[in-house]
T-cell receptor, first 109, second 115 residues
Framework: RKEVEQDPGPFNVPEGATVAFNCTYS??????FFWYRQDCRKEPKLLMS???SGNEDGRFTAQLNRASQYISLLIRDSKLSDSATYLC??????????FGAGTQVVVTP | NAGVTQTPKFQVLKTGQSMTLQCAQD?????MSWYRQDPGMGLRLIHY???????DQGEVPNGYNVSRSTTEDFPLRLLSAAPSQTSVYFC??????????????FGPGTRLTVL
């Protein structure tokens, strides 16, 4: 079983709609959680950290559910520029990062 | 600041050839890492370094060597290239865990094909 699992998608979303997707992790001792964004053939870039109480950054909302061991990302009012692959990243107690394979989001006009 | 830079951007090798992928950062980060990204898989850690002169193996170290003689540079050496090493390689740097600003900054990647 992979340490971090994501639905690969693609999630096809009309412009202006809301999309949400999850990521599950297997190590209950994981300490930190992040969402990174990766555009086609580019490097990953940090989108947002995920805090225990949930957090928002503009149109993006991240949630953490430690009991069920998953994190989620919700994008409101989707823009064409939100089309990308979203990587779930988990930092374990040993400090190293584990990456999910990514969820592809395609926002259509 | 240039951030994290990698060279070359593209490379084609024949099986058995060796080469070095270059990585440099100008943010004075102590932590540097090399990852490979393959289709359908998350980034996998090859080697990492917590400071000049200190390196350690990651999840998939076989066939690769690293050294860290300066804070800025962290080259990755392929000893004898194999088709299984065809991948996209990313170098990353960050401050240590437990410090503020722990975001990992990635270089633009090197696309390597081994024939």
């Amino acid at each position: 079983r992979k340490e971090v699992e994501q639905d690969p998608g693609p999630f096809n979303v009309p412009e202006g709609a809301t999309v949400a997707f999850n990521c599950t992790y297997s190590n209950s001792a994981s300490q930190s959680f992040f969402w990174y964004r990766q555009d086609c053939r580019k490097e990953p870039k940090l989108l947002m950290s995920v805090y225990s109480s949930g957090n928002e950054d503009g149109r993006f909302t991240a949630q953490l559910n430690r009991a069920s061991q998953y994190i989620s990302l919700l994008i409101r009012d989707s823009k064409l520029s939100d089309s990308a692959t979203y990587l779930c990243v988990v930092r374990g107690s040993w400090g190293k990062l584990q990456f999910g394979a990514g969820t592809q989001v395609v926002v259509t006009p | 600041n240039a951030g994290v830079t990698q060279t070359p951007k593209f490379q084609v090798l024949k099986t058995g050839q060796s080469m070095t992928l270059q990585c440099a950062q100008d943010m004075n980060h102590e932590y540097m890492s090399w990852y490979r990204q393959d289709p359908g898989m998350g980034l996998r850690l090859i080697h990492y370094s917590v400071g000049a002169g200190i390196t350690d193996q990651g999840e998939v170290p076989n066939g690769y060597n690293v050294s860290r003689s300066t804070t800025e540079d962290f080259p990755l050496r392929l000893l004898s290239a194999a088709p299984s090493q065809t991948s996209v390689y990313f170098c990353a740097s960050s401050n240590p865990p437990g410090t503020s600003g722990r975001e990992q900054f990635f270089g633009p990647g090197t696309r390597l094909t081994v024939l």
